[in-house]
């Protein structure tokens, strides 16, 4: 499975909508402290169906809302949309005759969501479910966030096995 | 289970003896369970003995050196059961330039497996990658993606 | 003592609200107690509006954000009361080159008032300093201390 | 007060004698992860009279006696000697006539320790007075350990005021 694009809109600092397009190997992203560099992880891990606020360096799903800046209001909405494709096995029922899939995640100020696989209705559970099945999911070890390195090591005994247990 | 845990962390062990000493151009390390007697609730330990030093807990080790070990431990899991794709922010942080640039040739090996996504401050780590993606804030508090020049990038 | 504590709270948070624009270029941030009836048991919050951005809680900006708030912290604390010498080890960690270069202009200042030594893996930093001592293990396992040339520096 | 020479021997990994000295100004120490540079610091923070393992990084004591390597037996003690000078105010009594004072401290294997100021022996006490009169001492903001600038952050509101309450 490869991820071909990202779009962000009203998402964290992503208050304009942006497009990361993504052509096979390996991606570096730069940029100066706090250009949002960390958000669009957040995103990716918010679009594959985290539900954990902290785990999105937040107190509530409310903070990911773009809050506004000297030119551009805070947004009503976020919107996340991640495009993959499959080259080998294709995707798993119902999508296996699908060559991409647009996994599309979106929250209203006020709470409300909505969850869309190639533009049709679908439930949270539906998203994270494709990605178990994908092997993709949120594994402790597809997304090593900055810092955790040193976590791995001072948290001990305890959270280094639930780190390999996520490989068993 | 027992056996499915058991599996995975040998195989894991495995990859991680084979890992460090890749990184650390020597030396040897390998994970310990902490209870053997009790599979299900153990943790799991980890011993290092980088080239020349006495083997030792890597609690001991410096902040790079438990940084380069910590990098082994998990691109180990990684080569064990490969995810599609993998997000790496900031992990070159602790690393002098030699140890980044090994890092970066194991990543690059093991990127052939699946799609790596690593965010970066470190030169070394930007010119290895094959797409580069520069952020920026032109506009105050909102985010938008640049083209990059790596010579010119005023990072 | 209470009002021994208020008023090095007071000059250190004058201090902070000083040094945060200049490490930003811009912004404000400020010190609070989070419990303004118990001065001796309260505890010390941080707020900061980087440039361009809304005045929030310091734990909700970037990696290197938070270190370069931290560091104004520091160095308005050492400002405010300053210690005969101050020893540095790898604060720059999370700093882009621009931030590593506005702490260290900082840095320069403040070294007038008192002896510093900082540890660093970081070039710029290198360059401020008047003296370099370069710490290697030649022989495996042992430290010795090597003269250092910027231009040659293998690190 | 200024430092004007660090010598270390069978600490950590500095089995073999070594002297660093300072000339005034801005001090950088470089070099590979692992070499010794935050071994310094812990010298430093020892030298002052620091009794807490943990804050040098260890469990016990013991640990910072040189464990021995290839090439180098282990040491059977650990010897920092601090060199200062004071320009201004002089140092305070009995020293006030010093130009400069040379405090030393000893550790041997087994637990034995020795402390000495100007080659005369002295207690732990005197140490740690000294450098407490002279404003020294090892108050939380004269050593920021690797690591520590991210902790003022996260440890949270207490921590931060032990930090101010010690410029108190
Ligand atoms: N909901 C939001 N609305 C607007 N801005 C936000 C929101 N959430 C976070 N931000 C801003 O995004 C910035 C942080 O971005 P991010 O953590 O991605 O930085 P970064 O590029 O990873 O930087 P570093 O190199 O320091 O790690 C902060 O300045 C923060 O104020
Ligand atoms: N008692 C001891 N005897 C021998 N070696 C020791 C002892 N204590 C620590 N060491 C060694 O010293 C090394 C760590 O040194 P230190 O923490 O000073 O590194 P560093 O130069 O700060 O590296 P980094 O850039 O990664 O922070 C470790 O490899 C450790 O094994
Ligand atoms: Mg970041
Ligand atoms: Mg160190």
Redesign the interface.
């Known amino acids: 499975m490869q991820m071909k694009s990202l779009k962000l809109h009203g998402f964290k600092s992503f208050g304009k909508e942006t497009d990361l397009v993504f052509s096979g190997g390996t991606s570096a992203i730069v940029g100066p402290n706090g250009c949002g560099k960390s958000n669009i992880v957040d995103a990716l891990r918010w679009v594959l169906g985290e539900q954990s606020p902290k785990r999105l360096r937040g107190k509530n799903m409310e903070e990911i809302l773009f809050g506004g800046s000297e030119h551009f209001p805070a947004a009503g909405m976020a919107r996340v949309a991640l495009t993959l494709s499959q080259e080998d096995k294709g995707f798993p029922p119902p999508y296996s005759e699908c060559e991409e899939l647009c996994v599309e995640r979106i929250f209203y100020r006020g709470g409300e969501s909505e969850y869309r696989i190639n533009r049709m209705p679908v439930r949270l559970k539906d998203i994270v479910d494709l990605f178990t099945d994908t092997g993709t999911g949120t594994r402790a070890y597809s997304f090593i966030e900055q810092g955790y390195i040193g976590e791995i090591i001072s948290a001990g005994p305890e959270r280094r096995r639930n780190f390999v247990e996520e490989a068993a | 289970t027992k056996a ?2 058991m ?3 040998e ?2 062990n495995k990859k991680f003896q084979e890992v460090f000493p890749r990184l650390f151009k020597g030396g040897k390390a390998f ?1 310990l369970l ?1 209870n053997p007697d009790d599979p299900l609730e ?5 011993v290092a003995q ?5 083997l030792q807990n ?14 082994a ?2 691109m180990a ?2 080569q ?2 490969p ?9 070159d ?7 980044v640039m090994r890092f970066n040739e194991l ?2 090996e093991i ?1 052939a497996l699946s ?7 470190n030169r070394q ?2 010119e ?10 032109q ?7 640049v083209s ?1 020049n790596l010579n010119s ?3």
Chains 1, 4 share one sequence.
């Open positions: 499915r845990f599996e995975a962390f195989g894991v994970l902490d153990a943790g799991i330990e980890m980088p080239p020349g030093k006495r890597i609690n001991l080790l410096s902040g790079g050196e438990k940084s380069l070990a910590a990098l431990l998990l899991i990684f064990y059961k995810s599609p794709f993998c997000v790496l922010d900031e992990v942080a602790a690393l002098d330039d030699i140890n990543l690059k990127s799609q790596f996504i690593v965010i970066t401050h780590t930007m290895i990658a094959e797409q580069l993606y520069g952020v920026t804030m506009s105050p508090g909102v985010s938008q993606i990059v990038a005023p990072i």
